[in-house]
């Protein structure tokens, strides 16, 4: 699938080094998907930007406080923007199984509604 058909899935977690991280690599995998990762802390790997939020169709946060962080910094950006809270706590190291079986099970559906 092209660029331009690709979905846009921007994954967000604090510091953009696990959690996030496993799930861009996990999902840019697959053709029909475009994804990124970045954190919402200053220090993290990658900072999420309003240029990310605006390219993303879906936004995957892994915890509440993501999400709060992205809406009290990103506002106008996030308007009208899919979020969605994984609840996905930080005790997983980079692409541990047990954190893969938790996106796929938790974004999969999110991503792929009609799958």
Sequence with gaps: MSE?????????????ERR?????ALFQREDELSVRSAGTV???RRTV???DILWADLILVMEERH??????RHT????????????IPDEFPFMD???IALLRERAGPLIWPDR
Excluded: W
Aim: neutral net charge.
């Design 76 to 87: 106008e950006a996030l308007r009208d923007k899919a979020l969605h809270v994984l609840a």
């Design 20 to 24: 996030s991280l496993t799930g861009e």
């Design 67 to 72: 999400k709060l962080r992205l809406h009290a």
């Design 4 to 16: 331009l058909a690709a979905i846009h899935i921007l994954f967000v977690c604090s510091m953009n």
């Design 42 to 44: 200053r220090g993290a």
């Design 97 to 99: 199984p047990g954190l």
């Design 49 to 51: 930007s309003d240029e």
